[in-house]
């Protein structure tokens, strides 16, 4: 019988395969963060090994860069390829909406950036991940600020409601420093029954420099479960 991490890990693996299964020969596409994407990274490779794509990649994080690496994908960059034909990407929450909540892995404003360049954002996740309503269980928003922002990013995120904390290292001294020098501030703010309402409000904050709310991007979501995978689309009145 197998253990519940187990059913985890096989759940992340199908979910991601089913959405491989997107990517075309002579594709650029966004390489996602996290251990859900991970297991995309590697199939795509596979599928390269096996000759039947022909790819280039971009990695949202370095993380996601030594895998492409690893797997023998082609890396390119935005400067070479600025609109991307899609992007496979994890997330550590997602709404019937299809809105999510990225970036406790650190690498949000790249996927962020990534995921805006693309034509199409896939979404690998297991069912754990899955949400009425973003924000629930106190589940909080990750935000990328500029060191010499923090103090009045603290302040300014209290003043809308927010509890913030900065995200200290594990294994580490000191506050975990993402792939572009910045720190990471974790504020939760409960149910968010208007989380682009949220994200207004805290990109209007001076020195925050990317959110970890993705709102009305992603076009499909893969959610892996034990014995199956359950596809969510947004509906034509959502795509309007």
């Not at 950036?113 to 693309?118: C, N």
């Not at 009425?132 to 009045?152: C, D, M, Q, S, Y």
Request: net charge positive.
């Amino acid at each position: 019988m197998k253990t519940k991490n187990e059913w985890i890990e096989k759940a992340k693996k199908n979910a991601a395969l089913e959405a491989v299964k997107h990517v075309k020969d002579g594709f650029v596409i966004g390489l996602g963060s996290g251990s859900t994407a991970a297991y995309a990274i590697e199939a795509i490779g596979d599928r390269i090994k096996k000759g039947e794509l022909r790819i280039y990649g971009v990695p949202t994080s370095y993380q996601a860069f030594t895998l492409a690496v690893k797997h023998k994908i082609p890396i390119t960059t935005l400067e070479e390829h600025p609109t991307l034909d899609l992007t496979i990407d994890g997330a550590d929450q997602i709404d019937g909406k299809l809105n999510l909540i990225k970036g406790m892995g650190g690498a949000l404003a790249r996927e962020k950036i990534v995921a805006s360049a693309s034509k199409k954002l896939i979404i690998v996740a297991d069912e754990s991940k899955k949400v009425r309503t973003l924000g629930e269980k106190n589940h909080p928003v990750p935000i990328e600020v500029l060191p010499f922002a923090v103090p009045f990013v603290i302040r300014k995120v209290k003043e809308i409601g927010g509890k913030p904390t900065l995200r200290e290292g594990i294994k580490k001294v000191g506050p975990v420093i993402t792939d572009n020098g910045n720190l990471i501030v974790d504020a939760t703010f409960g149910v968010m029954h208007s989380p682009f309402e949220v994200e207004c409000k805290l990109k209007h904050i001076p020195g925050i420099v990317e959110t970890g709310l993705f709102i009305e991007m992603a076009s499909v979501a893969y959610i892996g479960k034990s014995l199956n995978v359950e596809e969510l689309k947004k509906n034509v009145r959502q795509q309007e």
